[in-house]
Each structure stands twice: as structure tokens, then as C-alpha cells.
């Protein structure tokens, strides 16, 4: 196999990528060499070797912990757990929220064989019972699993004294975090709930 066909296969392992897509890409960066193949191989030989997860909610950043849980102007009272890294980006992206983040690492999925003891739930609940902590954003995605997810992981939070709300307006049911706008996020966020 030679370099370009690698770097094709390669390529059509990324999401939305296939093979006809990757080939477009291949040559566009060895067309664009120099400013463009150099610099993105450093940079993803950089992020290999520094990117690291944090050891406090689960996020990826060249530091542990993150610069999420470091920054002091964050809300300390505020937990908002969510599924995956995508979307605790996504919603701080919508510089609408200011508290930290907890990622579960996923969803509970009897077909994926996906338990508890799967994602971080018990991580999560020793967070929310710490004495800083007085409300847990419950912000799985609106599908079936982020759901079922979401109830589990309220039952296993009913012992902490914490307030324990959800996501409401503006996500839509089926839909998934890291799809929406910001506006959306930011109306979803605004008008949580019990």
C-alpha cells in the first residue's frame, strides 16, 4: 500500500468521510503541502502527544485538570453532566452557561451492553454530594438512552442535597447536543426544570 492510499484509508475513518471524500481531501492537502499537510501532521503529532483527559470531569485539554475546572470564574454550584466531549463543548460554546461540567462517557445502552459501571456515574456522584455543589444539570441528549440515562442518573443523585433539574425548550426530542445553534442551547438552558 503507498503513503496515499494510507492517508486515504485514513481519512475515510473520520466521521462523514467516505472513500470518494477522502480522495478529494488526500489531494487537496498534498496539493497544499506546505501550508496545509506540515502544519495539520504537526498538529495532530502535538495533540497526540499532549492531549490528555481530565481526571475532574472528563474532558480532553493539554492540562489535568482542564482549563475548565481550573477557572475561577466559573460557578462551583453548578454541575451540568452530559454525555460526551462534543457536547460540553457545544455548550460552551454558548457562553451561556458558567458553572463545570461532568461527561458521563456516554449513555446506558442494554443493546450496546452499555451499564452503569460503564460511564462515570459514581465519579459524578461523589462530585454532587461535595459540599460546593448545589445544582446537578441533567443535560443528556433527548433520545431514548440519553433519557433513560438522565432518570438513572437522577435515581442515583435523589441522595445528594443537591437541586437536580433538566434541560427543557428548545432541545428537541431525538435531537443531539452537538448539532444544535447556540440560541437554541442557550433558550434550552434558560428554561431547565425539575
Not at 442515583?156 to 433539574?165: D, G, H
Amino acid at each position: 500500500m503507498t503513503d496515499i492510499e494510507r492517508l486515504i484509508r485514513l481519512l475515510a475513518r473520520l466521521p462523514g468521510l467516505g472513500p470518494r471524500s477522502a480522495r478529494r481531501a488526500a489531494l487537496h492537502l498534498i496539493r497544499k503541502r506546505d501550508t496545509l499537510l506540515d502544519p495539520l501532521a504537526r498538529a495532530m503529532a502535538d495533540a497526540a502527544a499532549n492531549i490528555q483527559t481530565c481526571g475532574t470531569c472528563g474532558n480532553i485539554d493539554a492540562t489535568d485538570p482542564c482549563a475548565i475546572c481550573t477557572d475561577p470564574k466559573r460557578d462551583q454550584t453548578l454541575l451540568c453532566v452530559v454525555e460526551g466531549i462534543a457536547d460540553l463543548w457545544a455548550l460552551n460554546r454558548s457562553d451561556v452557561f458558567s458553572g463545570r461540567f461532568h461527561v458521563l462517557g456516554g449513555v446506558l445502552s442494554a443493546l450496546d451492553g452499555v451499564g452503569p459501571e460503564d460511564l462515570s456515574i459514581g465519579k459524578l456522584v461523589e462530585r454532587a454530594q461535595s459540599e460546593t455543589v448545589t445544582e446537578v444539570i441533567l443535560a443528556t441528549n433527548m433520545t431514548v438512552d440519553g433519557q433513560t440515562t438522565a432518570h438513572y442518573v437522577s435515581e442515583r443523585l435523589s441522595s445528594a442535597n443537591v437541586r437536580i433539574t433538566r434541560l427543557a425548550h428548545g432541545v428537541p426530542v431525538g435531537g443531539e447536543l452537538d448539532y444544535l445553534d447556540d440560541g437554541t442551547l442557550s433558550a434550552a438552558l434558560r428554561a431547565r426544570h425539575e
